[in-house]
Every structure is written in structure tokens, then in C-alpha cells.
Nanobody, 121 residues
Framework: QVQLVESGGGLVQPGGSLRLSCAAS????????MGWYRQAPGKQRELVAA???????NYADSVKGRFTISRDNAENTVYLHMNSLKPEDTAVYYC???????????????WGRGTQVTVSS
């Protein structure tokens, strides 16, 4: 079992910045990925950014150049630095952790409760 604790959400004006943090604890496997998804009202959940335990990253096209994902492997913590925020970024942001135990062919996903990010003047 993996537990995810998120922090950093809040209200910010357009053009502002926020940093989201998510710490994973529990049974952590070497091969894993952590990332952030978001879901706005009436829309499907979408990938924002993700990073593997090896440091490989990917971003949604809408946030490239504005958001940066990073991680501290020693503490199993992932960060999302969000700059130049736009109203369209308003959503609930969910931390995601996934891993595949060596005895399994299936990747297991774990989710945080979500943290609200609101970009408004």
C-alpha cells in the first residue's frame, strides 16, 4: 500500500506561481513513476506531468515551458513548479504514483485526494 500526501494548492492570480508537493510513503518499489493529473469540472482527468524513478519526464502540451516536474528519490517526493498560471489551469490536481512489483505484470496506481488550484483575478 502507498499513501500520498499532497500540499501546495491554493488561489493565485493569472501569471502567478505555485508549487505542489506530494510525498509517497508505504511500500515503495524501485521502478516507479510519480506525476500530477488534473480534472476540471465537466472534463476528464488529464495528465499534467510525470517523472519516472530514472528521471524521464513528460508534459502535457498545454503546460510545456510553464510547469516543471521534479522529484526527490530519497524522500519519494514529487514537485510541480507551476509558473505563468492561466485561468485554464484551474482544476483539482491529483498526485499519482505507480509501480510494478517484481512478481507482477501489472502496474498499480495510487492516487492522492487532490488539491484545488484556482487561477483567478
Amino acid at each position: 500500500q502507498v499513501q500520498l500526501v499532497e500540499s501546495g494548492g491554493g488561489l493565485v492570480q493569472p501569471g502567478g506561481s505555485l508549487r505542489l508537493s506530494c510525498a509517497a510513503s508505504g511500500t515503495i518499489f524501485s521502478r516507479n513513476a510519480m506525476g500530477w493529473y488534473r480534472q476540471a469540472p465537466g472534463k476528464q482527468r488529464e495528465l499534467v506531468a510525470a517523472i519516472t524513478s530514472g528521471g524521464i519526464t513528460n508534459y502535457a502540451d498545454s503546460v510545456k515551458g510553464r510547469f516543471t516536474i521534479s522529484r526527490d528519490n530519497a524522500e519519494n517526493t514529487v514537485y510541480l513548479h507551476m509558473n505563468s498560471l492561466k485561468p485554464e489551469d484551474t482544476a483539482v490536481y491529483y498526485c499519482n504514483y505507480r509501480h510494478r512489483p517484481t512478481y507482477s505484470t501489472t502496474w498499480y496506481d495510487y492516487w492522492g485526494r487532490g488539491t484545488q488550484v484556482t487561477v483567478s483575478s
